[in-house]
């Protein structure tokens, strides 16, 4: 994000011919956190940027959110324009109001069903290589057993090997929603978004649209979104499910008409919660009055100057705000809330690395976003993980008074005390998921406990993490 050129603007009545989409400025942000700030604050989470790096050729940039998960923008991408997930109207024209009745009526289900015909239709128009069904199968089971996080790998490794099937982006949205880690909901979303895109006639994704945008707060886009669906899908508008999702949305659209929340509030809302992200309206002012005194009837002028440029201002980075850019891919399972210093790297052009309050570093597939290893790099914390420049050596350093390298090992055996691989990375990301999301007295009552073993059970820990109530 560029902003020395803000200080030059204010001085210039130049500033109300300039167009805002010529000013070099970008924001780069997940979508979901702007409508989570004041629920963060409550929660007395706070959120900031410990550790940004470019990928070799810089056109990627890894951003590591405190508080929150790994972030990977694509800086040079000019045909991936901003998309607002946040309604489904650019999914549907009027075309596609039609209504698409099932095969057999099921009207008192509590879940929203596929039809007969779009089953046999989706087998045939997207049908999945072997080994991509095979994975679907092995995530479908993994669902079942409620076992979220393998579920989500394997629904991620089969997408690489099939990027056009509607099915798996569903079934990882399904999932996803069902896990509901920090940012789960929102990527949810764009997974139901992407099925959609394919096959306009997916009608499960149609559904978790709409419950991810009102999960989201997006209530007023939810219940557009729903309503769209209903006329599509008249029959299963009768269903359990969808009559609940409908009261749940005038609930919470009565809840925020209550509190005096109309449109043009959250409008106005939106800007001061973007602006949460970087600068507030109040180090604009700061700046503002920074400017140099001036004498006698120049003092009114500019004056009068200074308030219409800070309100052009205001306007450009309102707008900039409003095409601001979502990132290309999110790595999850590693915890940031302790220190401000906490590096994410890129390790060659295919994996990425960061360190964990739990005294680990991790090893994400770039791809894929899963989990390739988990290392004990230091007895507290590691916070910095370096790559070597062009040989095979990554270097970490934490609380301890350690510098250690890595290096792959192939042939010479290792004793128990040089063996730092984390064997159980379940329990380990599980709970990184619960410290993330604990009131801060919490999280360091659970740092001082984490040695002894606190959620040692085979298949312990949480699946989708609470968070504590405010």
Known sequence: MLKRHRTNLFEYKLLEFIDPSTVPLTYYVPGHLPKRID???????????????????????????GGEQLYLFNLCDDSSSPVKYDTYKTLFD?????????????????????????????????????????????????FEEQNYVEAIDYYNQAIILAENS???????????????????????????????????????????????????KWHQEAKECLNFFCKRFPDYAKSQACENLVKDIEKALKSSKNKGDSVDDEHENSDTEWTTMSESESEISDISNKKPKLNGNESDSNESLSANNDKI??????????R??????????????????????????NFIAAGSDDGSFFIWDKKTSNIVKVLRGDESIVNCVQPHPYSCYIATSGIDSEIRLWSPNFDEA??????????????AVLNNQVKMNS????????????????????????????????
């Open 439 to 470: 009131h801060p007295f919490e999280y360091l009552f659970l740092n001082l406990t984490q040695n002894a073993n606190w959620n040692t059970e085979e298949g312990g820990g949480h699946q989708n993490v609470e968070c504590r109530p405010s």
């Open 39 to 65: 629920e963060y604050r409550r929660r007395m989470k706070t959120l900031s940027i410990t550790f940004l790096s470019f990928n070799s050729n810089g056109t990627e940039l890894l951003a590591n959110l």
């Open 324 to 349: 601001a850019v979502d990132f290309n891919s999110r790595y999850c399972g590693h915890c940031n809330v302790a220190t401000d210093i906490k590096e994410a790297n890129f390790i060659g052009d």
């Open 166 to 216: 509607p099915i798996l982006y569903g079934n990882r949205a399904a999932t996803l929603m069902k896990r509901n880690w920090d940012g789960d909901v929102y990527s949810a979303m764009r997974d139901c978004y992407k099925a959609l895109m394919f096959d306009k006639t997916h009608l499960k994704s149609h559904f978790r649209l709409a419950k991810c945008l009102n999960d989201l």
């Open 313 to 322: 201002l205001k306007n450009i980075y309102y707008q900039k705000k409003s």
């Open 94 to 142: 009027k075309s596609d109001l039609i209504e698409i009745l099932p095969a057999s009526k099921s009207s008192s289900s509590e879940t929203i069903p596929d039809t007969d015909s779009q089953k046999t239709n989706n087998k045939k128009k997207y049908k999945l290589s072997p080994k991509a069904e095979a994975l679907k199968l092995k995530a479908n089971a993994s």
């Open 414 to 427: 290792l004793t128990d005390e040089e063996d730092r691989v984390v064997n159980d990375v379940k329990s």
